[in-house]
C-alpha cells in the first residue's frame, strides 16, 4: 500500500471512530466500564435552606382549620370545598351565621391557634395581634372564596 493511501485509511478510520464517541456508541460502553457514581437529586438539593414564607403558611394553616371549626368542617373538606368554588360566606349563611357573627367566632376559634404558633416561635406576636386585627375589622380569608392569579393582567383586544 502506498503512503497516500495508508494516510487515507488512518484518517477515515479516526473520523469513525470520532463518530461513533459522538454519538455514544463507544462511550456508552466506556461509561458501563467505569464506576462513576451518577448524582441523585437528594444529593444535589440544599436541605439547610429557609422557607421564607414560612410564617405566613403557618398563619394560613391556622385560619383554615379556625374557619373550618367555626362551620363544623374537617380543614380538609373546607378545602375540598373552596376549591369546587364555594365562598366561606355561603357555607357560614347555610349554618346561619352572618359576616360579624362568623368573624366573631374566628376570633375565638383562631387566637389560641396563634398563640401556640408564637410559642413556638414560628410567628411573633405583632402578626398574631395583626391576623386578629384585620378579623375584628371585617377581613376574614377565603370570605368570598379562593382568589386565583389572573393570566394576564392585560385586557384582551
Known sequence: MNPFAALAVKTIGGGTAAALLSLGVAGGLAQAASPNPIPTPAASAN???????????AIRVAVLEAEADVLHLSPAQLR???KKGQKVSDLAKDRGMNKDQFAAKLAVSVKPRLETLVDKK????AQADKVLDRISKGYIPFWNGIHHKAAST???K
Open 122 to 125: 414560628e410567628i411573633t406576636q
Open 47 to 57: 436541605p439547610t435552606k429557609p422557607d421564607p414564607h414560612k410564617d405566613r403558611r
Open 80 to 82: 375540598e370545598d373552596l
Open 154 to 156: 392585560t385586557p384582551s
